[in-house]
């Protein structure tokens, strides 16, 4: 069914586009992309001439925002009242950014080491979240003059170091632009989607992603295989970038011809013109009003940046240690970024990983144009195609005695739909609880409740004669659905569980270091408590099976039984494993040839049946 919107400015009536657009929010630029005869493809402003858009914005005295090159002019004449990198500020406390307090020219507004920044403008204030949708809002705002026709639907990507509260934060902008923001994707990911790796899902590959933007830099290496990009490691700096060498040119010239360094910030935007020059040219020469004959050979210019590649080569040494890899393993190496236009970082890149590099399309461009692929992806456009994400941490249910037992373990790749069978640990039991839990820990305790809810109607049978199914659905975004049914009576009952959002990606690695460092006591917590739980099972069948079959045994053998059950019981109340699996061994072994002769079928397969909640 067409769906139908009123543009609110002309009062006309609009189809709305089915369309979803794809997003790159950058630091220093911004763009857009669509699909255009099955080719991604950026969109450009509406000179039709630059597809960039500079990630600034301005507020003016009217309190109107102008957002893109627009704003450029403002920065020095009017700082306060001029945004620059607000991507730097998303997900943030003003604690969080205290440190690089004075890189911004614009107030930040302390708001509690609780609570997200905010910035002050002119009599107001403003969130990251509220200026960043201003960026989405014009780049929304260029498609649609192009289609003439309202989207509403995006793929917004983040670095891959980005945390939950830095993903959730620009959901939220895409929110308050308007859009509904179908994914967020990985910018490694989005790059590699640009150069179709990834596509072929028969492929296993193993891909480095160097991205060097204007004010960072990021290197991440990504495993590739069956539709599942999986970041293996990342590393970077968050202050290095092209904005440095542009520093290092004013630098270079302030000290040739004798200026004061209060001279850097004026000679900058002369800098990076120099610096772009030299991408395809050995000489830049300029004479300029105020500042007299600039020049520049491509040489010097490398001489002056080589410290600062060499930084990002570190960075890359780094992220193949931590991933565990050496060079040989990276299949390929993709370029993104503005900077690595520079012939030196490509030529540097290239040496460090020992081949040729992907540099083939616009490095500024890649990360739109794969994002635009992504929602083509989404939108159902490219038939067989499902690109996965991977859980980050196991999901499970308690069981008797506080047990984690895991039903999506951590790295599955999502969607995904798991069941398991359980039964119930108590005669007649009519309800169960089932509580979901989410980490890497043996015992539930140590791990993160998600939500809990009953089954209930159970018709009253014997423990363990129950068959409850208890079923994990997680969606592509996240979202965790887990259905409880009783599966000879046919009751069920399902809730919904928001899985991965409200954990940021610190809490996940202290929760994943904290299992492998607490793996061992785990496991022997774990061992007793099976233990203990297998003794409860026993004993709840030895008295059972006393009950009706005491008639069949002489007198002897009846409190034989009951000594070594009382033993047994009795060993359960401490936390010696070794003593009630010696005592069950026992009984074990007296009640055996009994056992063979009189039980029954239902109670033996109980006995060795699903576990009890
Ligand atoms: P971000 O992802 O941080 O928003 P970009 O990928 O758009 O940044 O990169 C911006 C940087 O790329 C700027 O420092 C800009 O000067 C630099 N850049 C753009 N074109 C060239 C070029 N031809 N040669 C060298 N550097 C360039
Ligand atoms: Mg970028």
């Not at 040729?356 to 399309?361: I, R, Y």
Request: charged fraction near 25%; proline fraction near 4%.
């Amino acid at each position: 069914m067409p769906k139908f919107a009123i543009d609110l400015k002309s009062g006309s009536i609009k189809n709305e586009n089915p369309i979803i657009i794809g997003i790159d929010l950058g630091t220093t630029h911004s763009l857009v992309a669509i699909m255009e005869n099955g080719k991604a493809q950026v969109v450009k402003d509406e000179f039709g001439e630059n597809a960039l858009l500079a990630s600034l914005l301005h507020l003016s005295e009217d309190n109107v925002f102008s957002v893109g090159e627009k704003a450029r002019v403002h920065i020095e004449e009017d700082p306060q009242n001029t945004i620059y990198s607000v991507k730097r500020l998303m997900g943030k406390s003003y604690d969080d950014l205290l440190a690089y307090k004075d890189f911004y020219g614009y107030e930040l507004l302390d708001t509690g080491p609780e609570n997200l920044v905010k910035i002050k403008l002119r009599d107001k204030s403003f969130t990251p979240i509220e200026l960043s949708a201003e960026i989405l809002k014009s780049l929304k705002f260029r498609v649609e003059k192009l289609l003439d026709n309202i989207v509403s639907k995006a793929v917004i990507t983040v670095p891959a170091y980005f945390n939950d509260a830095q993903r959730q934060a620009t959901r939220d902008a895409g929110k308050l632009a308007g859009l509904e923001v179908l994914r967020i994707i990985n910018e490694p990911t989005a790059a590699s989607l640009a150069y179709g790796i990834g596509l072929d899902k028969s492929v296993v590959q193993t891909v480095a992603v160097y991205d060097l933007g204007g004010g960072t830099f990021d290197i991440s290496v990504l495993q590739i295989q069956d539709g599942v990009f999986e970041v293996l490691s990342t590393h970077g700096d968050t202050f290095l970038g092209g904005d440095d060498m542009d520093k290092l040119i004013a630098r270079h010239w302030c000290d040739q011809k004798g200026f004061p360094p209060t001279f850097i910030p004026s000679l900058r935007k002369l800098a990076e013109k120099a610096k772009k020059h030299l991408s395809d040219h050995d000489l830049f020469q300029e004479t300029d009003t105020r500042f007299g004959e600039l020049s520049l050979t491509r040489s010097r210019f490398e001489s002056l940046i080589k410290p600062l590649i060499d930084r990002t080569l570190l960075a890359c040494k780094k992220v193949l240690s931590d991933a565990n890899l050496d060079i040989n393993s990276i299949d390929q190496v993709i370029m993104v970024g503005g900077s690595t236009r520079v012939p030196l970082v490509k030529k540097e890149v290239s040496a460090f990983f020992q081949k040729s590099v992907f540099d083939q399309l616009n490095p500024d461009e890649v990360v739109a144009l794969g994002a635009a692929i992504q929602a083509d992806i989404l939108a159902g456009n490219q038939e067989d195609l499902l690109l996965l994400d991977i859980t980050p941490l196991s999901l499970g249910i308690e069981t008797v005695g506080g047990l984690m037992d895991t039903i999506i373990p951590r790295n599955s790749k999502v969607p995904t739909k798991v069941g398991r069978n359980y039964t119930t640990s108590v005669d007649g039991q009519t309800k169960l609880m089932v509580s979901v839990f989410q980490g890497e820990r043996d015992l539930v305790a140590y791990n993160r409740k998600l939500g809990e809810f009953v089954l209930s109607g159970i018709p009253p049978m014997p423990a363990g004669i129950p068959k409850i199914e208890i079923q994990f659905l997680l969606d592509a975004d996240g979202i965790l659905k887990v259905k409880a049914s009783e599966l000879r009576s046919g009751v069920e009952t399902s809730v919904i569980i928001q899985a991965q959002y409200g954990i940021s990606e610190e809490e996940m690695a202290l929760l994943l270091i904290d299992s492998i460092k607490n793996a061992s006591s785990d496991l022997a917590a774990r061992a007793l408590q099976e233990s203990k739980n297998e003794a409860a099972n026993v004993l709840h069948h030895l008295d059972k099976f006393i009950l009706q079959n005491a008639g069949l045994f002489d007198i002897n053998e009846v409190n034989k039984m009951k000594d070594l059950g009382e033993l047994l019981r009795s060993t359960t109340k401490g936390d010696d494993k070794s003593a009630i699996d010696q005592a069950m061994h026992e009984l074990n072994s007296f009640t055996r040839p009994l056992a063979e002769v009189a039980l029954d079928h239902a109670v033996a397969s109980a006995l060795v049946g699903n576990k009890p909640i």
